[in-house]
């Protein structure tokens, strides 16, 4: 079993930044895959963007592509999500995601954490 917690959502401007971050614990072995998805009010659950745990491979959405960066730090068992220039429609529940794929759908991945609120306002 991996434990997932993610943490850094807030309340930004329209055009701001900010870091999400997602802690690893438990199994962290069996992760090879790690993932951000949003989900708004009334909408599905959506990718966002994944990583490999080796690093090697990003994969964004165009959504997002441009804007939001996704990384990991092995060491510390932890992924991050830096947003930038954030838009009024970035606004959701942001969860990140482990598992043994690299994917971008929710099946891609087994373990989930709790979620964190971004709310971008104008």
């Known amino acids: 079993q991996v434990q997932l917690v993610e943490s850094g959502g807030g309340l930004v401007q329209a055009g701001g930044s900010l870091r999400l971050s997602c802690a690893a614990s438990g199994r962290t072995s069996s992760i090879y895959g790690m993932g951000w998805f949003r989900q708004a009010p009334g909408k599905e659950r959506e990718f966002v963007a994944a990583i490999r745990w080796s690093g090697a491979s990003r994969y964004y959405s165009d959504s997002v592509k441009g804007r939001f960066s996704i990384s990991r730090d092995n060491a510390k068992n932890t992924m991050y999500l830096q947003m930038n220039s954030l838009k009024l429609e970035d606004t959701a529940v942001y969860y990140c995601?482990?598992?043994?794929?690299?994917?971008?759908?929710?099946?891609?991945?087994?373990?989930w954490g709790q979620g964190t609120q971004v709310t971008v306002s104008s």
């Open positions: 995601a482990a598992g043994p794929r690299f994917g971008s759908a929710t099946t891609d991945f087994g373990s």
